[in-house]
């Protein structure tokens, strides 16, 4: 089995909160419990986590984002120019499902990389505990910089001060690439080789539903889609060598709900076109479309991770049909440029998926089944 990263078995990030963590985060907001003791027990926590992670034979090794209470929220709050806020009207995506919490994040002031960015901290404690036989690698997740853009541009809830605080945008533009060159190389001197750039923003892109309300206003998918391309290959213009950054592309991911619907083709163009070393698919719906978008795949040093098992419900998919469409897929992409991941994380928000612990290590499981039956000889 291959073992360059992306790994043949691969996973988008998040785990499934335990209680403990869950109980202490609602102590520290009653005041019975200080930040610092919530810190020690997400330490425990982690360790644990990345102990299960290993058990199960992942090699890529994330701390679950347990210390978060959103996948992309607590992140971008720590750049600076950008802060945090309560929506009057609730958060400004409607989910399939449960409603998201109301709060989300927008442009107070030019964007930039705070080099005491808390996240650096929480990636030095999990590569100490992760990097210790030389067997497994500590994989750091965040969002994308078009996360912030779509905010701004394409989203907002008539709150942004974005034509204020940039009135041309093409700085916009720029200061988002800047301020990822300088995350990225802030990682990477904290020793980071395996980082994520988390993305909902091309499944926005990709939503019939959403390009037409965009279209409505005046907007142009086909030129944002452009813009973002070039806005994330900024940001990797000066990624050092041995440095692997992928990008996972998300249809929505809360208490099991979905955002976006649609395939890939009205961005496979663009997408494929970004400069990452792997590309993390959600292809466990109907939802997803076909592979036949794959066919923009042109890097052959990339990777593309086929997202076929569903992170959303306990029930365990026929390895059958999963080993039936890496067939498939490899019309476009040949296996050795081929990996297999739940199609998103278990919690992007902390209140976690609908299915259990047990659960959702058997979803890993089933995939490390399949991946030793369909990489075994190769």
């Known amino acids: 089995m291959n073992q360059t990263i992306p790994f043949t078995v691969d996973h988008v990030g998040s785990f499934l909160r335990p209680k403990s963590i869950k109980e202490a985060r609602q102590r520290v907001k009653e005041g019975t419990t200080t930040k610092e003791e919530l810190r020690e027990i997400e330490n425990e926590e982690i360790k644990k986590l990345v102990a299960s992670q290993k ?8 701390d679950g984002e347990f210390r978060r209470g959103f996948w992309h929220i607590d992140f971008l709050e720590g750049l600076n120019g950008i802060e945090g806020y309560v929506p009057e009207t609730g958060y400004n995506q409607k989910f399939h499902g449960k409603a998201a919490p109301s709060y989300n994040i927008r442009v107070a002031d030019k964007i930039s990389f705070d080099p005491n960015h808390p996240f650096l901290d929480d990636f030095t404690f999990l590569k100490e505990v992760v990097e210790t036989d030389g067997t497994s690698v500590a994989k750091a997740t965040i969002p994308s910089p078009t996360m912030i ?3 701004e541009l394409l989203s907002n809830d008539g709150t942004s001060k974005i034509k204020e605080v940039y009135p041309d945008l093409t700085e916009f533009y720029a200061d988002l690439s800047k301020t990822y060159q300088d995350a990225v190389q802030a990682f990477y001197d904290r020793g980071c080789r395996y ?10 892109l990709a939503d019939k539903t959403k390009r037409d309300s965009l279209e409505a206003k005046g907007i142009d998918p086909e030129e944002v889609a452009e813009i973002c391309t070039t806005i994330i290959n900024g940001a990797l213009a000066d990624k050092p060598e041995d440095l692997t950054v992928t990008t996972h592309i998300c249809r929505g991911n809360h208490a099991s709900s979905w955002l976006f619907s649609g395939g890939y083709e009205p961005i496979a163009k663009n997408l494929f076109a970004t400069n990452y070393d792997g590309f993390f698919l959600e292809y466990d719906s109907d939802r997803a479309g076909d592979f036949s978008p794959l066919r923009y795949w042109t890097d052959k040093k990339s990777k593309v991770v086929l997202g076929l098992v569903t992170s959303k419900f306990p029930e365990l998919e026929d390895p059958s049909e999963i080993k039936k469409r890496i067939e498939e897929a490899q019309q476009y992409v040949p296996l050795e440029n081929l990996s297999i991941s739940p199609q998103c994380g278990f919690a992007s928000t902390e209140e976690g998926n609908r299915l259990t612990e047990e659960e959702q290590w058997k979803k890993i499981e089933l995939l490390q ?10």
Not at 55 to 62: E, F, P, Q, S, W
Not at 369 to 378: F, G, M, P, S
């Open 55 to 62: 058990a199960v034979g992942l090699k890529g090794i994330t």
């Open 149 to 151: 853009l779509r905010q």
């Open 195 to 204: 980082l994520q750039f988390d993305d909902t923003n091309w499944a926005f």
């Open 369 to 378: 089944k399949i991946a030793t039956e369909v990489w075994q000889d190769k």
